[in-house]
């Protein structure tokens, strides 16, 4: 089992930035930043392989999001800047132990609680 605990969500003006953190109990394959907005399906936003810390991002947030990982402190980072109204929404740390496909959400056993972010124009 791996418990994810997620914090650093809030409430923020466009153009404005947050950093959202996720402690690990456990050893993990790949983790990831998923979101999700009332109305709307769940996506994945940003996955990082532990082993080698390599990103991968959704095309909505390249350029503006940057995931990271503190292997001594097991913790996953989202550093979200020039956030838009559109990045509102329920953001979720996931973890996986098996390769696969970094954003279907299936492929991941483990997830937090949730944080809220909220963005006004």
């Known amino acids: 089992q791996v418990q994810l605990v997620e914090s650093g969500g809030g409430s923020v003006q466009a153009g404005g930035s947050l950093r959202l953190s996720c402690a690990a109990s456990?050893?993990?394959?790949?983790m990831a930043w998923f979101r999700q907005a009332p109305g709307k399906e769940r996506e994945g936003v940003a996955a990082?392989?532990?082993?080698?810390?390599?990103?991968v991002y959704a095309d909505s947030v390249k350029g503006r999001f940057t995931i990271s990982r503190d292997n001594a402190k097991n913790t996953l980072y989202l550093q979200m800047s020039r956030l838009e109204p559109e990045d509102t929404a329920m953001y979720y740390c996931?973890?996986?132990?098996?390769?696969?496909?970094?954003?279907?959400?299936?492929?991941?056993?483990?997830w937090g609680q949730g944080t809220q972010v909220t963005v006004s124009s």
């Open positions: 456990g050893p993990t394959y790949k």
């Open positions: 990082i392989y532990t082993a080698t810390s390599r990103p």
């Open positions: 996931a973890a996986s132990r098996r390769p696969g496909n970094v954003f279907s959400s299936s492929d991941y056993n483990y």
